[in-house]
Every structure is written in C-alpha cells, then in structure tokens.
C-alpha cells in the first residue's frame, strides 16, 4: 500500500512569487492534514479536511496560504505570495476516520530567497 | 489537548533498553497518550498509544502510570535507527485529529 505522497520535495523560489505543493493520502483515509515546520520551531498544525471539507483551519498563518482538496482525495497548499517566514518543511498527513493515528508524508521543504 | 513534558534530550547504549519519560499531569479522563517519533527531516511516525493499560507492539512498549499522570515510552533493545526526536502527545480521539507536537526528547543511541 502507497504511503502519504507529496510533491516537490524540495522547492526553491523568491519572495513574491507563488508555491503549490501537493499531498496524496493513503486511499481511503477521510482526514487529510497540513503540518509545517519552520527553521528551529516546533512540527505546527495548519489544518485538517474530512473528505473535501475543511475541518478545522485554525492554525493557518493568514490569507496568502489555501488549501484545498477538491473531490476528496489529493489537496494542494497554494503559498501566494511567499514570504522570507514561509520557509521551512511542509508535512501532509492522513488517517482513518475515528483514529489517532497520522501516517506523514516525507515532507515537502520550501526555501524562499 | 493536555500540555506534556518531556526532557529535552536523552543518551542510550546500542542494544540497551532506551526509557523516555513524559509527564502529563493534566490528562483528561478521555485523552490517550500518543507517542512518535521524527528521524533526521523525515516525516513523523507513530509508534504507540494507550488510554490507561500499559501497550506493547512491535516497535515499543507504552507503560502508563495508574493515575495517569506521566508516561515511558521503552525501546526494548535500541538500535543507531531510533536515533530521533520523539514526541509525547496527549489528546482525545474524536473527529478532530490533529495533533499538538511539542519539543520532544532527542534520542541519541550510542554505539
């Protein structure tokens, strides 16, 4: 069985300029979430979707991040424009409705210069 | 999600039993302990949880005291692999499932 999948791996881009990155969950898993983890800071929530509905978005940071997972299966966390703090690791997640447990993703890491 | 705290940093021998303690004094009634684990930059990885009885799988053993208010994870026989950070999570498995990671112990297993 495919694990949690996301795409790029590592990105490199300038400040202003615009970053999606994907996730593709385990097949079947309801509950898909976006992590981050900046320079020296702790892993971060930054929301969690049922299916295609946002479940809770209360730790995105403002309005140049969406999210989105439309139909319910692969999302995608858009960053326009970046910013110099946006830098850092990027997690994706998934699980099974009901359960604690989170199966991550490798990480996508973002450097904006 | 109840605060836990946990030593910044632990040394283990190869081949020896790592213990890592985590208080959580806080715990609810309904909240289970949840532990994982990151390696180097990888994604985080689950290794165990438990509500009140003391777990055992194949990767650790979960022994929870019997108020519940701190926690050993135990790696039986570590290996130069469970050299990572490893995160102590107290939370209520409802539909919300996000976790709240904190600052972890780091794990140095040493040959």
């Known amino acids: 069985e495919a694990g949690v999948t996301q795409f790029p791996s590592h990105s490199v881009i300038e400040k202003g300029q615009t970053v999606t990155l994907r996730c593709d969950p385990i097949?079947?898993?309801?509950?898909l979430y976006w992590y981050r983890r900046v320079m020296g800071k702790e892993i971060k929530f930054l929301l969690h979707?049922?299916?295609?509905?946002?479940?809770?978005e209360s730790g995105m940071p403002n309005n140049r991040f969406l999210a989105e997972r439309t139909g319910g299966t692969y999302s995608t966390l858009k960053v326009q424009p970046a910013e110099l703090e946006d830098s850092g690791v990027y997690f994706c997640?998934?699980?099974?409705?009901?359960?604690?447990?989170?199966?991550f993703g490798e990480g996508s890491r973002l450097t904006v210069l | 999600d109840a605060k836990t705290t946990q030593p910044p940093s632990m040394d283990c021998a190869e081949g020896r039993a790592a213990n890592l303690p985590c208080n959580h004094s806080?715990?609810?009634?309904?909240?289970?302990v949840y532990w994982y684990r990151q390696i180097h930059s990888q994604g985080p990885q689950y290794i165990i949880h438990?509500?009140?009885n003391n777990e055992t799988n194949e990767m650790a053993s979960l022994i929870i005291t019997e108020d519940r208010k701190s926690s050993t994870l135990i790696l039986p026989h570590a290996t130069l692999r469970d050299t990572a950070v490893y995160y102590c999570?107290?939370?209520?498995?409802?539909?919300?499932?996000?976790?709240?990671f904190g600052t972890g112990t780091r794990l140095t297993v040493i040959p």
């Open positions: 979707f049922v299916k295609e509905s946002k479940q809770d």
């Open positions: 097949s079947g898993h309801d509950n």
């Open positions: 997640a998934s699980s099974h409705q009901g359960t604690g447990e989170l199966f």
């Open positions: 999570i107290v939370r209520v498995v409802t539909g919300a499932n996000n976790l709240f």
């Open positions: 438990g509500l009140k």
């Open positions: 806080t715990i609810s009634g309904n909240e289970y």
